[in-house]
């Protein structure tokens, strides 16, 4: 048999995402990968449950949605204390009642203040009927003041490590799409298990130089080239945000591009907030038909999105507050 150029570029990419990531694929399901050094296996479609998931505003609906999400395979759930001030940990409670063993199941937590950080997580085990949350993240790090806040002795930091070695927090992380150089920061000074960042074609900042497509220096720096590379060597879970760009990207590239892009990245999974049934659908016959997308691909990618949305997209993200 022969391969061309292109089939020959696709495998060489899915051997080197196999060899990062622990990559599998069988046919009809959703691929899975390895969860950095937690050892945990992951889909590597996730079902977001922030704004998109309290988009269904009738709460059976979003329950259909969740259940059809980890029947189709779906199996890493992704909430938060502050989104929708509980309601959406109340959500996925309900559903965690009957299907807990069957998901890899994880939160958030904002507060900086280590009593009331406390207080919330005691709400969330409540809110999603468990004893036990396999990952829950510091919610979205944003400048040094505040990375400074959480490191502090005694601080939320100190307090969920210890929960973590008392096996009520399987894993800990840390998410931000605020500054890449202060994620950064944190991933080199702390034994975080995971991170959470986001991760989209828009945001690297490219532009055509000499040598060919590279990255322009006069572009904010972006997660994927300063925050990434650290996760990835200090073997923590990666988890992408943020893959549509808060749909600012939808129609600018094909959908199943933009989600191959962020997929095609040494990541464990994207987690996307789907608020139709019919998205759910949509995204999991993507994930389960993927292929990676080579590094030139990427890059032509990045370099048309990026050149358009970059800055924008920056400034939005800075402003942004997940709820």
Known sequence: MTFSRRQFLETSAMASLAAATGHAAEPGKIPTRKLGKTGARVSVLGMGGGSRFLAYKDEDKALEALNKAIDIGIHYVDTAQTYGNGVSETRVGKVMATRRKEVFLVTKIQERDPDKAMARLEQSFKNLQTDRIDLVHIHSLTTAEDLAEIEKKGGVLERLLKMRDGKAIRFVGVTSHTDPT??????????????????????VGMKNGKGGMEINPQMIPSFETIAL????????GVLAMKVFAADGIVGQAPLEKLLYYSMSLPVS??????????????NTQMAKQFKPLTEAERRELSLALSSKNKQALDRYFRRHVDA
Do not use: W, Y
């Not at 999974?269 to 949509?282: D, H, N, R, T, Y």
């Open 182 to 203: 202060v994620l950064k920061a944190a991933l080199e000074r702390h034994d975080f298990d995971c991170t959470q960042m986001a991760l989209n074609a828009a945001l």
């Open 229 to 236: 590379p650290v996760a990835l060597k200090k073997n923590m």
């Open 269 to 282: 999974a994207c987690v996307v907030g789907m608020p139709k049934l019919e998205f759910i659908s949509q």
